[in-house]
């Protein structure tokens, strides 16, 4: 049964100025998921407006209030589970066990950040005059958050929650992959208690976005997305409109001598095929040495063949399909490019063959020059990069011979070479034993170069509310 999904705008549920497109679902092209509206530049206008008119109600509210709603939202969140499940899996393409654990990581995001509303604290100064001199944090405006389809509940509730949290207005533009998602993440806020000034959706593709990021009135920009698109929002806004940006990576897992195989296959198999490879964090390069590759590779091999690819609402199915028919075609263009160069592939393209959806079996392809195009761009499908290397200085090399920075990770036994490759490898989340994708809640989030502006981190840490905050300094004589 199709969804008609709704922008909400100006504290109303509308249909928006008549041009929709549709989402349908990705392992089954025939069922069409959702309808929504094609934002346009009008309606954009329309909702950031609104919010920068009327948030300052919500700024109002002593922070025990904002904190009680982002409480209540999560309760219904996991009340909702089970709903929200199904249609995460049907709009974007997840397993069912993916879309569980991302519904039950939603509503503890959503408590972390309504205990940051708590936790907003200025300081003092001495002063010579005998005065008082203090700082204060106040909710810098109208924060424009843009999200993207691969964690469609989790991502837009790491922007929303610490914006709201700090008594901002939102205007939240979604994936329009996964509009449905994005509905019902506004639609429990609201209901939890966010009054309608300070908060709006609009839907649509691109037109949307540009016209959110280019509006005078928005204050400061949080996205997550591809870099390609991070760098065209960065070049847009202007210097008094904070942007924070995490976007692409190339994220390699360096496999040492004294590794064990056993463990480092079942983290690459993890960070590799879940998601169906389309998770920021995943991991697209192998970096082996000489020593172990031959036997690593057949470890990971029988962990690619060991895959179930099919819809992520049948039973026993491990991998779902890719999310959209541009993933789709990419993934096919680079296993021809694969196939074009000196690499080695050494897993089939489909067995057996899965028609109706864009699906995608795990990709392995050994001998990878570290200089190929596979080795160098974020793919975002599950294809794996074996490339072997003779020394730890090599890998470490490798591993940072691409433009991003974004995840890393080693598997060895010896703690003094995970210490260092800690302080060598240029990223910014190191993993040691575990796999490049999977990050904790309260831990700071976050790239370096081309994965990430570095304006403050996600998730948590000790300057994640400062994004969405502004300094005053008083002085009282």
């Given at each position: 049964?199709?969804?008609?999904?709704?922008?909400?705008?100006?504290?109303?549920?509308?249909?928006?100025?008549?041009?929709?497109?549709?989402?349908?679902?990705?392992?089954?092209?025939?069922?069409?998921?959702?309808?929504?509206?094609?934002?346009?530049?009008?309606?954009?206008?329309?909702?950031?407006?609104?919010?920068?008119?009327?948030?300052?109600?919500?700024?109002?509210?002593?922070?025990?209030?904002?904190?009680?709603?982002?409480?209540?939202?999560?309760?219904?969140?996991?009340?909702?589970?089970?709903?929200?499940?199904?249609?995460?899996?049907?709009?974007?393409?997840?397993?069912?066990?993916?879309?569980?654990?991302?519904?039950?990581?939603?509503?503890?995001?959503?408590?972390?950040?309504?205990?940051?509303?708590?936790?907003?604290?200025?300081?003092?100064?001495?002063?010579?005059?005998?005065?008082?001199?203090?700082?204060?944090?106040?909710?810098?405006?109208?924060?424009?958050?843009?999200?993207?389809?691969?964690?469609?509940?989790?991502?837009?509730?790491?922007?929303?929650?610490?914006?709201?949290?700090?008594?901002?207005?939102?205007?939240?533009?979604?994936?329009?992959?996964?509009?449905?998602?994005?509905?019902?993440?506004?639609?429990?806020?609201?209901?939890?208690?966010?009054?309608?000034?300070?908060?709006?959706?609009?839907?649509?593709?691109?037109?949307?976005?540009?016209?959110?990021?280019?509006?005078?009135?928005?204050?400061?920009?949080?996205?997550?997305?591809?870099?390609?698109?991070?760098?065209?929002?960065?070049?847009?806004?202007?210097?008094q409109v904070r942007c924070q940006?995490?976007?692409?990576?190339?994220?390699?897992?360096?496999?040492?001598?004294?590794?064990?195989?056993?463990?480092?296959?079942?983290?690459?198999?993890?960070?590799?095929?879940?998601?169906?490879?389309?998770?920021?964090?995943?991991?697209?390069?192998?970096?082996?040495?000489?020593?172990?590759?031959?036997?690593?590779?057949?470890?990971?091999m029988e962990r690619a063949r060991?895959?179930?690819?099919?819809?992520?609402?049948?039973?026993?199915?491990?991998?779902?399909?890719?999310?959209?028919?541009?993933?789709?075609?990419?993934?096919?263009?680079?296993?021809?490019?694969?196939?074009?160069?000196?690499?080695?592939?050494?897993?089939?393209?489909?067995?057996?063959?899965?028609?109706?959806?864009?699906?995608?079996?795990?990709?392995?392809?050994?001998?990878?020059?570290?200089?190929?195009?596979?080795?160098?761009?974020?793919?975002?499908?599950?294809?794996?990069?074996?490339?072997?290397?003779?020394?730890?200085?090599?890998?470490?090399?490798?591993?940072?011979?691409?433009?991003?920075?974004?995840?890393?990770?080693?598997?060895?036994?010896?703690?003094?070479?995970?210490?260092?490759?800690?302080?060598?490898?240029?990223?910014?989340?190191?993993?040691?034993?575990?796999?490049?994708?999977?990050?904790?809640?309260?831990?700071?989030?976050?790239?370096?170069?081309?994965?990430?502006?570095?304006?403050?981190?996600?998730?948590?840490?000790?300057?994640?509310?400062?994004?969405?905050?502004?300094?005053?300094?008083?002085?009282?004589?």
């Amino acid at each position: 049964m199709s969804i008609t999904v709704q922008n909400y705008v100006a504290g109303e549920w509308s249909t928006g100025g008549g041009r929709t497109f549709e989402r349908r679902n990705p392992a089954d092209l025939q069922e069409v998921v959702a309808t929504a509206p094609e934002s346009g530049a009008d309606e954009v206008a329309a909702a950031v407006a609104h919010v920068a008119e009327h948030r300052h109600a919500w700024s109002a509210l002593a922070p025990e209030v904002r904190a009680d709603v982002l409480v209540r939202a999560a309760d219904m969140l996991q009340a909702r589970a089970d709903t929200l499940i199904e249609e995460l899996v049907r709009e974007e393409g997840k397993t069912r066990a993916e879309a569980r654990m991302e519904a039950m990581r939603t509503p503890q995001n959503l408590r972390f950040y309504a205990g940051e509303a708590l936790r907003l604290s200025g300081e003092t100064y001495p002063s010579s005059g005998g005065g008082l001199v203090y700082s204060s944090r106040q909710p810098v405006g109208v924060v424009a958050a843009i999200t993207p389809w691969n964690f469609p509940l989790n991502i837009p509730s790491r922007k929303l929650g610490p914006a709201l949290a700090a008594g901002n207005g939102v205007v939240f533009k979604p994936s329009e992959l996964t509009p449905v998602t994005a509905q019902r993440l506004v639609e429990v806020l609201l209901e939890a208690g966010v009054p309608g000034g300070a908060l709006a959706l609009v839907h649509g593709h691109a037109e949307a976005g540009r016209a959110l990021v280019a509006d005078p009135h928005v204050d400061a920009v949080t996205f997550t997305g591809s870099t390609a698109v991070g760098e065209a929002i960065h070049r847009t806004v202007p210097v008094q409109v904070r942007c924070q940006l995490e976007m692409g990576g190339k994220n390699a897992m360096v496999v040492c001598a004294d590794a064990d195989l056993e463990r480092a296959a079942d983290i690459i198999a993890k960070g590799a095929f879940g998601l169906s490879g389309q998770a920021c964090t995943g991991t697209s390069r192998v970096i082996v040495h000489e020593s172990v590759q031959l036997d690593l590779l057949d470890r990971v091999m029988e962990r690619a063949r060991a895959a179930v690819v099919g819809n992520g609402l049948t039973d026993g199915v491990t991998m779902g399909p890719l999310a959209s028919e541009a993933q789709w075609d990419k993934y096919h263009e680079f296993l021809k490019e694969g196939d074009n160069s000196a690499a080695r592939r050494e897993t089939p393209l489909q067995d057996p063959v899965l028609d109706g959806g864009y699906f995608a079996r795990p990709a392995i392809f050994s001998d990878v020059d570290p200089q190929d195009r596979m080795a160098q761009e974020e793919i975002f499908s599950p294809v794996l990069a074996f490339i072997t290397v003779a020394s730890y200085d090599e890998a470490v090399r490798v591993a940072n011979g691409t433009p991003y920075g974004l995840s890393a990770g080693i598997a060895t036994r010896d703690i003094a070479t995970a210490l260092a490759f800690s302080r060598d490898v240029d990223a910014g989340v190191v993993k040691v034993n575990e796999a490049t994708s999977g990050m904790a809640m309260n831990a700071p989030f976050g790239g370096t170069r081309r994965s990430s502006t570095q304006t403050h981190k996600e998730q948590a840490g000790a300057t994640m509310m400062h994004f969405y905050t502004t300094d005053k300094t008083v002085y009282v004589s």
